[in-house]
T-cell receptor, first 110, second 115 residues
Framework: GEDVEQSLFLSVREGDSSVINCTYTDSSSTYLYWYKQEPGAGLQLLTYIFSNMDMKQDQRLTVLLNKKDKHLSLRIADTQTGDSAIYFCAEDQAGTALIFGKGTTLSVSS | DGGITQSPKYLFRKEGQNVTLSCEQNLNHDAMYWYRQDPGQGLRLIYYSQIVNDFQKGDIAEGYSVSREKKESFPLTVTSAQKNPTAFYLC??????????????FGDGTRLSIL
């Protein structure tokens, strides 16, 4: 079956940029998503990109999609301590449910 | 405010007991989902429903049951057949446009523990 892979940890200093990477396997996915989870909370939809786009920018967030390599990245500019959380990449599966990666824990130090 | 409400936030189950987790949404979304999250893991799909009175099994449906009698509600029952129920349970919903599901929005989760 499909598998979404992410690195498990990323540590950055406040004010730096963070880049979280993800690879996916289902080339028929219509949308690809980034979710943020803070401790003990549910998942917050951060942003998503339609599969026919290469890039999407939303304030401090930039999503890049390379369909040829099935690679998705999330860049957070000017990372703040409040950005510390777990970030999940997800792809839709035949327009039904989502397939999630295991999440990348972002740690921001001041 | 529109949103997804899960209750309770914390739930304890005794051995051999069935428990039901509530999920209600007032977003007028067609589709609803239940996921299970274990420490250090992504989310795994238990059940989903795209329309009232219909639902499909996900990857880990054994030991769980659901119903979808109303559009707004999708309760999950964790039965005694589920031998390892301790986890964080997340409910989500989304609109359905044509054959494509729109982005899913999540509730705040229910943490289930075994006594």
């Amino acid at each position: 079956g499909e598998d979404v892979e992410q690195s498990l940890f990323l540590s950055v200093r406040e004010g730096d940029s963070s880049v979280i990477n993800c690879t996916y396997t289902d080339s028929s996915s219509t949308y690809l998503y980034w979710y943020k989870q803070e401790p003990g909370a549910g998942l917050q939809l951060l942003t998503y990109i339609f599969s026919n786009m290469d890039m999407k920018q939303d304030q401090r967030l930039t999503v890049l999609l390379n369909k040829k390599d099935k690679h998705l990245s999330l860049r957070i500019a000017d990372t703040q301590t409040g950005d510390s959380a777990i970030y999940f990449c997800a792809e839709d599966q035949a327009g039904t449910a989502l397939i999630f990666g295991k999440g990348t824990t972002l740690s921001v130090s001041s | 405010d529109g949103g997804i409400t899960q209750s309770p936030k914390y739930l304890f189950r005794k051995e051999g007991q069935n428990v039901t987790l509530s999920c209600e949404q007032n977003l007028n979304h067609d589709a609803m989902y239940w996921y299970r999250q274990d420490p250090g893991q992504g989310l795994r799909l238990i059940y989903y429903s795209q329309i009232v009175n219909d639902f499909q099994k996900g990857d880990i449906a054994e030991g769980y049951s659901v119903s979808r009698e109303k559009k707004e509600s999708f309760p999950l029952t964790v039965t005694s057949a589920q031998k390892n129920p301790t986890a964080f349970y997340l409910c989500a919903s989304s609109m359905v446009l044509g054959s494509s599901n729109q982005p899913q929005h999540f509730g705040d989760g229910t943490r289930l523990s075994i006594l």
